[in-house]
Each structure stands twice: as C-alpha cells, then as structure tokens.
C-alpha cells in the first residue's frame, strides 16, 4: 500500500519505518525542512533503539522516503497518516489541534483521489467529525474517510510497542475503510496483537482514557511512597505485593520522580478540558495533574532536607537528564522543575546525560554537561540518580563517593539502601 506520514516526529518516522518494514511504500514528510534534509542524508533526527538501522534498510530497499513537499506526497498516497504535535494549549489546556487542522486543509487541496485519512496524533473526541467536515469540501469531489487510529508506542520501546502491541485500536464506521486498515495492520494483527474495531469518537477517547489510567497509576504509587517513607514500609513491596494480583497488575507501579515525556501531562490536562466541554467533572484525573505537579514540590523538599539545607554552592549532580531512559525526550521532563528551583537556592548543577547535553538546560546559569559519570561525580555533594538508563545500573557508587562526604538520592530506586548502608553510602531512594 501507498501510505504517507504527515509529521516526521517520534510517532510519525517510527510507524513510517515500521509500515515500510512490512512491505509497504512510506513517504515521511513534514513541513521541518532540515529534519527531511537531515533524514535524507543517514541523519536521524530522534534517539531510538534500533531505529537508525531499521530506516537505513527500508531505505535501501526502496520502500521508505522523505519529503518536504506535504502536497505532492498527499496526492501520491493511498492511505495518509496525520501525525503531528498537539501540545497543550497554555490558554486553556485544551489539546491544541491548529497543526492537525492545517494538515487537514491540505489534505483537502490533494484530495486527488479516494483517500483513508487517519488520525494518529491524539486528538479530542469529535476532531475526526471536524476533520470529515473540513474535507467534504474538496475541489476534486473525491470519496474519502476518515478514521482514528490513535498510536500507543511508548518511546525507548517504540518499535517492539508497534511491531508487537497489546491491540491496535481502529474507529470508522466505514466498512470500506475498515476492510483496508485491517489488511494494513494483518502482519501484525498476525502476531500477537488484538484488532479492536469500534466507532470513531470511541477510538478517540480509548487514547486519553488510557493515559489518564496510565498516569492515576503512577501517581497513586508516589502518593503512596510518601506514606511509606513515614511509616518505615518499602514501597518496592507494595509494588509487589499490590502488581501480584492480576486485576491490578505489576506495570506502571514503581514510584520515581513523577511521570513525565510528551503525551501524559499534556493528555491528562486535555481530557479534563474536554470533558468539562460537555459539563462533566473528570475529578480523578484533575486530582491525579495535582498531585504530579506537587510532586516536584515534594521531592524539592527532599533534596533540601538530606543536604541539611544547605545547597548554596554545593554541587548537585544529576544522572540522567530525560524523562525516561532509551530516549532523547526531555518534554516535561521532572528535572525541568527540580532544577531552576536549585539553582535559585545558588546550588550548582552537573548533569550527565546519555544522549548529550540538552538545549532545555543550556539557559541556565550555572549547569553544567560532563562527558561520562565519573567526571559529571568528581566534586559533587550529592548525586541524584533521575533517570534509569541502564548504565546508571552497575555504579561503582563506593569508589565515586569514596573520600567524600557524598549523598546519593535515587529517584529511581536502582540500589539495595541495606547495600549502601554496608558500604557506608549515604543513600535515600523514594518510598524506602
Ligand atoms: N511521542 C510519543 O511517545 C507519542 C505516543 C503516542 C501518541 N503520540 C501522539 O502523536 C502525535 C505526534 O507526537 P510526536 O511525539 O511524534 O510529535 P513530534 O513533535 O515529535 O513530531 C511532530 C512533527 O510534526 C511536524 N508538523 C507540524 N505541523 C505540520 C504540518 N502542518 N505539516 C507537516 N508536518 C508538520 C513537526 O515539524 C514535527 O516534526 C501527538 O499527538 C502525540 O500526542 C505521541
């Protein structure tokens, strides 16, 4: 099949590379004209496993493409993909959908033909009606149908999220259209995955609901750590001992700095906005964006209680940088909200980060990249562990606090504290 990807971004340029792994022709475009250029030179733009090779191969083999020119790789497609941003909306917290509506304006300009148009960017229930509205206006007069299929890649396991998924969702109420997106996604269905067919505005909405669920979960467990830090119980047995039973599940039950990336934040606010539209009260989720946002407070508070609080002038080293580890992500990113507070307090930050340093900290005064651990560690006060890479695993935590009246704060509960403590480390985790 002809397929086309409007937005090269995370979403777009892995599920491109992933359609054309599965014998499809794919044309990646977007309107950032250096990303296309970059991409049509071996440059990948974004940091994810495995995918450099993959786009490499399907490139070589003549499947994939990329272009600047949206237009003409609309008119050449059969089925089109719109897979750009939609960030909050600072006014109101809505979903902004002004990129999705430009995308669907020029699809109306191609229109040259039958077309799928297919809404992966998460977008509000009803935007696939607007979408459809925009488009029965097209000069050409072609048939067309619009339909949701809303992407659950998680980034840093994006590809085995879209090789092997739990489901894939599809909403349209076309039998036509229906017909051709179950053969797209047969390779996969094939495999593991359960093709759930439903209408389109639910389609829409299983995408929000999911990471609002996503995100009540995460949240509980911190809120939770903080009962725990109190009442001397491991929140990692909680995690355990809750994740055992099968209607609860052990996923999404570690508790960390508080979630993060690209998607929970911003859906979480959109689904409360949305929902408020139609005179609902979503309080859990509303309760769920509070507690996320205190939770930086909290653990602000943590960092000033175990250094006495005294950070002026201390070295405060951060290791990781991202919001999670296997990625380059560092929208909403918990250190975005640790670090400015610090520096105010005149603390100095180090920062090591797998995937280089980061624009989002080069404003600041005062912060630092090091090249490796062991130089972003050699005069810190207190290392805070803030994203699970792996290579943060297997520390030698006792040579880099070695002569040194060092605190390791891990917000990610990597060590054993009855390790540290032998090791005479002294070492605070979170719910520990
Ligand atoms: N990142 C994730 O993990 C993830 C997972 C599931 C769903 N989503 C959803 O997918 C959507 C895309 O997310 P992303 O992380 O890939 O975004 P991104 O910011 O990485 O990429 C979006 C791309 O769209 C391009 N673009 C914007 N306007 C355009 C236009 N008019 N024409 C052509 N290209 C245009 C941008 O230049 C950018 O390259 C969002 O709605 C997001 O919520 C993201």
């Not at 990329?66 to 809505?94: E, H, L, Q, R, W």
């Not at 949240?219 to 209607?247: P, Y």
């Not at 296997?326 to 980060?353: F, H, Q, V």
């Not at 404003?363 to 490796?372: A, L, M, P, Q, R």
């Amino acid at each position: 099949m002809k397929l086309c990807m409007i937005g090269t971004g995370y979403v777009g340029l892995v599920s491109g590379t992933c359609f054309a792994d599965i014998g499809n022709d794919v044309i990646c475009t977007d309107v950032d004209k250096n990303k296309i250029q970059n991409l049509n030179s071996g440059i990948i733009p974004i940091y994810e496993p495995g995918l450099d090779e993959m786009v490499k191969r399907n490139i070589k083999q003549g499947r994939l493409t990329f272009s600047d020119d949206v237009s003409k790789s609309i008119k050449k497609s059969d089925i089109v993909f719109i897979c750009v941003g939609t960030p909050t909306n600072k006014n109101n917290n809505a979903a902004d959908l002004k990129n999705v509506f430009k995308v669907a304006n020029n699809i109306k300009s191609n229109l040259n033909k039958y077309k799928i148009i297919v809404t992966k960017s998460t977008v509000p229930v009803t935007t696939g009606d607007k979408i459809e509205k925009i488009l029965k206006k097209n000069k050409f007069n072609s048939k067309f149908d619009v339909v949701s299929n809303p992407e659950f890649l998680r980034e840093g396991e994006a590809i085995r999220d879209f090789v092997v998924p739990d489901r894939v969702v599809v909403g349209t109420e076309s039998k036509k259209a229906l017909k051709i997106m179950r053969s797209l996604y047969l390779p996969i269905i094939k495999k593991t995955a359960r093709f759930f067919a439903t209408s389109r505005r639910c389609a829409e909405l299983i995408k929000y609901t999911s990471n609002a669920f996503l995100a009540t979960k995460i949240s509980f467990i911190n809120e939770v750590a903080n009962l725990c830090e109190v009442s001397g119980v491991n929140i990692e047995d909680i995690s355990i001992g809750m994740g055992l039973d099968q209607r609860i599940g052990e996923r999404f039950l570690r508790a960390g700095p508080g979630y993060g990336g690209s998607c929970f934040p911003k859906d979480t606010k959109a689904i409360v906005t949305l929902a408020k539209k139609f005179k609902i009260n979503l309080s859990i989720v509303s309760s769920v964006i509070k507690s996320n946002e205190n939770r930086s407070k909290i653990l602000l508070n943590r960092i000033l209680k175990i250094s006495k609080n005294k950070v002026k002038n201390k070295i405060i080293t951060f290791l990781g940088a991202t919001f999670k580890a296997n990625t380059d992500d560092m929208r909403e990113s918990p250190c975005l909200k640790l670090i400015p507070p610090l520096i105010s307090k005149g603390a100095k930050i180090n920062y090591y980060e797998p995937t280089g340093p980061k624009k989002e900290l080069k404003k600041f005064k005062n912060v630092n990249f090091s090249n490796n651990v062991l130089d972003a560690t050699k005069k810190a006060d207190l290392i805070i562990i803030h994203t699970e890479w792996n290579e943060f695993k297997q520390l030698n935590l006792k040579k880099l606090t070695k002569n040194k009246n060092v605190i390791v704060y891990d917000m990610r509960n990597i060590y054993s504290p009855e390790k540290m403590k032998k090791n005479g480390i002294k070492y605070y985790g979170i719910g520990r």
